[in-house]
């Protein structure tokens, strides 16, 4: 049976299938380029804009910043949450200063159901 997900759930999948299908399409035009001139800043930063790469990220993490936020509204009805309130309070507060803890928050917020 499929797993039911929630509309931050599937908005972060979308968009993380669109950053990594950007990326490949970025790493290609990386290797072409590269074969016919040198890849400088100025010619990154083109090729970056040019493949939709830098709107993805941003949407991936507009979409990661919603299913946290929303795990954290959700995992508060949680009898797991209640009896270990302090530890899970610290995770999120710490989710920007740590992007180890932010994979671990969302890959969390992902077995939500």
């Known amino acids: 049976m499929k797993p039911i997900y929630s509309k931050a759930q599937l908005d972060y999948l979308k968009a993380k299938t669109k950053f990594e299908n950007k990326a490949s399409i970025l790493e290609k035009k990386i290797e072409t380029t590269r074969k016919t001139r040198e890849i400088t800043q100025e010619v990154m930063e083109g090729l970056v804009m040019e493949t939709g790469f830098h709107d993805a990220y941003n949407e991936l993490v507009i979409s990661e910043n919603e299913l ?3 795990s954290h509204s ?7 949450y209640r009896e270990n309130k302090q530890p899970i309070e ?16 969302i890959q969390l917020a992902m077995k939500i159901r």
Do not use: G, V
């Open 68 to 70: 946290i936020e929303w």
């Open 74 to 80: 959700t995992i508060k009805h949680d009898k797991t």
């Open 90 to 105: 610290q995770m999120y507060e710490n989710l920007n200063t740590s992007p180890e803890m932010r994979a671990q928050i």
